[in-house]
């Protein structure tokens, strides 16, 4: 160490002794420049990362010979703060430098002794040019870039010489997106021409886009600006959906903070930077060619949405925006709404896109105990509002008649939060987090068979058997049985009593079997009747065919059977047994109907 400053003295004295040192000499060996020295390109669009907090700088020097200058600068959709200065030094440095290699000749300029004039400045988020003359032959520009709200991108665009659009299309003198019409589900666009399509200079016509992009957040001021808010968009529902997936996992909390460690910095690590092309796929615009009129269709109802045009340059890989501006879709129709009183059940009919609803009678069927209370054209609504402060409630339906489906559309707050198909088989849709629930019910494929003949009333109608109520302290629907078959035992069939077994749930419920004897000319015929309308239940069931109910549960469903002996029955008469599922919540579920024989002789 001693070795090495001693010759260091020594050459130093030696230099001094030989004349006055240069000015090189003065910075130490192993000085590091006080700024990145980053050079800005002429003619090109360069994508610039902005940290918040931080100021960037870039240089560039002109043309001996050039009278003016350009400089466009587009921020990314958050604010920037950007200015352009000239420095001029009194001494034009050396050509040839025998300085370091990690100075950099902005670095010189800006330790020698000079003045810097501050050409322009602007603060905001909106796309800004710069015009004017140059400063000074010997001069060096400097534009300083800085971010204060957030970590955010630019695009700086530098021309030398007389003209400042450059590669970007021209927007005409009204950039103002006019709204031509609005419908249910569709917006209508319009918008003046971009000069750069309609007279294109030089006579060189450039491959030019309209581009529209729709949202529900707000209009952007540039495409950068809308890449970068759907980005920061996705991220915050990818973080949310996360977290509500590791909600339910047991994850150790360390572990967990590393991880959303890792992933908040994954956006930061991403780069800016990329083509039109991509963007206008990522984003999911719309381009409609030179059109200046465009539709955008397959929207929501009753939803207000933002929409953006862009011109895109594709040779180039620019692009110019509009002043957007945004619309809301017409309020959609919605017939009268039923509400859903806490555990009565209802009956819904549809009918060649008609509906009707009624209550259900206690001594009817569903043809007969639905009074048609309102009528609408094409769906049913109901709504109901559950009990308790768990706002917890189970919806049940069941097709009562028919082969044809039915849809049942269950939203809150016009959110969607099921959609199912009902059937003959019993429907259990879990309602859960919402104060309260709007029930849509229409047949499925009905705008399918729109243009079909109309069929007889007697079997195009559709009855739909509902019930709604609040289920307080549980966190799921209840179990159905595996199977709604019922078998019956022919060895210990008696002239007096049949044997039945059925399955059950795992949770304790009560079965309940019913008995209906069968004329003796017509065993089959009154059989098929009985499974013709599943919607009757027990309350509809005179007490004279009640035969038994029993309590019965099994926590293995595997080994959930349950028998019982059905006595007291006339010998060789054929009867129609059926059992029902009644529960605490929801429809009684009711088994497939058996058809058995008692023995003529014993």
Known sequence: MSLSWSLGLAVALLCGTMGPLPLTALAPENEVPLRPTTWLLEDKVTPIHLPKGKTRRFYFTLKRKSPSMSLTVSPCGAPIDWSLAARTLKDKPPKNLQWSSKKSMPEVWWRGPGTEAKLHSYTGNSADTYTGPT???????????KSQEQDTSASVYLHDGPGSAGPFPKLPSDPRVHTFGVGLTSVTLSWNPSTSVTQPSHGVRHPYDYCVLVNRNHNYRSLCAAREGLKREREREGRREKKDKQRKEAVWPILKDWWWQQWDTFGELQSSASAVSEDVGQLGCTCRGVESVCTVSELLPDTQYYFDVFVIDRLNGTSAAYTGTFARTHEEAQPAVIALKEGEPRVALLQDGRSSSGSSSSGSGSSTGSSASSRQQGATMFSFRPRGWQQNGLLTLQSCNGTQKVTVVVTSRGKVLSTQEVGDQLAQIWLQGAPSYLIRLEVAGAAATTGRARAPSGTSR?????????????????????????????????????????????????????RRRLPDNGGKRGAGRGNADRCPGPESRPDSERVLCKYFQELNPRRAVTTAVIAGLEPGASYVLDVYLMRRWGLPIKYHSKTVRTRREC
């Open 462 to 514: 559709i009855a739909v058997k509902i019930q709604a109520s609040s289920a307080y302290h549980r966190q799921a629907a209840p179990a159905l049985p595996a199977t709604l078959q019922i078998k019956s035992f022919n060895k210990l069939r008696t002239c007096s009593s049949v044997t039945l077994a059925w399955m059950g749930t795992e949770e304790r419920s009560l079965y309940c079997v019913y």
């Open 135 to 145: 400063y000074a032959p010997a001069s060096i520009y400097i534009l300083r870039l």
